[in-house]
């Protein structure tokens, strides 16, 4: 559903890593498909984006894999900087279709 | 920074006590979707305005309400003010014609009804 819990997954890495954060969607009818970062006490920041006639976009320091056989959605973040540190979102939507629907966020904790 | 602008940054509110919120969007876009997003978790969709018309509606019951402007500025406004109403309260800006449908956040307005 739309709702999601008060305990966030966490990944905890080391700078310089790769890191993969995944995200599982809710309807099948979704055509377009947007990551974003979310920094403590601000609003949630676009990374990237992906439509559903594609399977993976590049873009700096970020890749987005979809996977719509099983509903599953990545974003791989290549040489993690302590700067990456924030929640990750994604979203779903179906084009012309008002709302974003969220998924269950992932914290990223980058040590130096 | 995306360009999309709101105020105020923080309010504090009594039950049953009224609200405005203001979002101002980005330069070229003509729609406006709000959110709420509760502590730890995601943003959740309350509605979107085009045109100055209401253009999709969530869950949100009738004292949630709104306002586009010509300028594509907005309100939203909350009736009544209930204790789970305290959130972060984000405006998205979009442009309805581009087939991209990217929504860019602002940095919210975070509400606390005591």
């Known amino acids: 559903g739309e709702s999601v819990g008060l305990h966030l997954p966490t990944l905890s890495v080391q700078e310089g890593d790769n890191s993969i954060i995944n995200c599982a969607y809710s309807n099948s009818a979704s055509d377009y498909f947007i990551w974003y970062k979310q920094e403590s006490g601000k609003g949630p920041q676009f990374i990237i984006d992906?439509?559903?006639?594609?399977d993976k976009r590049q873009g700096q320091r970020v890749t987005v894999l979809l996977n719509k056989t099983v509903k599953h959605l990545s974003l791989q973040i290549a040489a993690t900087q302590p700067g990456d540190s924030a929640v990750y979102f994604c979203?779903?939507?179906?084009?012309?279709?008002?709302?974003?629907?969220f998924g269950t966020g992932t914290r990223l904790l980058v040590s130096p | 920074e995306t360009g999309v602008t709101q105020s105020p940054t923080h309010l504090i509110k009594t039950r049953g006590q009224q609200v405005t919120l203001r979002c101002s969007s980005q330069s070229g876009h003509n729609t406006v979707s709000w959110y709420q997003q509760a502590l730890g978790q995601g943003p959740q969709f309350i509605f979107q305005y085009y045109r100055e018309e209401e253009n999709g509606r969530g869950n949100f019951p009738p004292r949630f309400s709104g306002l586009q402007f010509p300028n594509y500025s907005s309100e939203l406004n909350v009736n009544a003010l209930e204790l789970d109403d305290s959130a972060l309260y984000l405006c998205a800006s979009s442009l309805m014609e581009d087939s991209t449908d990217t929504q860019y956040f602002g940095p919210g307005t975070r509400l606390t009804v005591l």
């Open positions: 992906i439509r559903s006639n594609m």
């Open positions: 979203a779903e939507t179906s084009t012309g279709f008002q709302k974003l629907v």
